[in-house]
């Protein structure tokens, strides 16, 4: 992988890393074995599978690979890309910060 794609994407994470520490702390962000992927520990919210779906997909307009069909124990992890250019991964940011404090996950 070219060095600069690898910053670029390592900026990505930092910057996704830094949103998840500010607004949903109780968010685990775990880098994926691929380069341009995080698995995220959505658990401790106490949301169902569906609740979470629903939230990101319908209210924040984010789609993510839901951690169970990667089989058991997947559930309330979501895996999503971050090789995505600077502009829409901030505007992915916005939109779940915007839904997050709609329905009262992020204060």
Known sequence: MDRRLINFVTENI???????????????ICRHRAGTLLWADFNK?????????????????ILMDRGSQYGPGGE?????????PRSELETALERLLEAGKRRGIIK
């Open 45 to 61: 919210l106490g949301l169902t599978e569906e609740q979470l779906h629903d939230f990101l997909t319908n209210d924040a307009g």
């Open 76 to 84: 309330g992890f979501c895996r999503f890309q971050v090789g995505i």
């Open 14 to 28: 930092e910057k996704v890393k830094d949103f998840f520490s500010r607004y949903l702390p109780d968010v685990t």
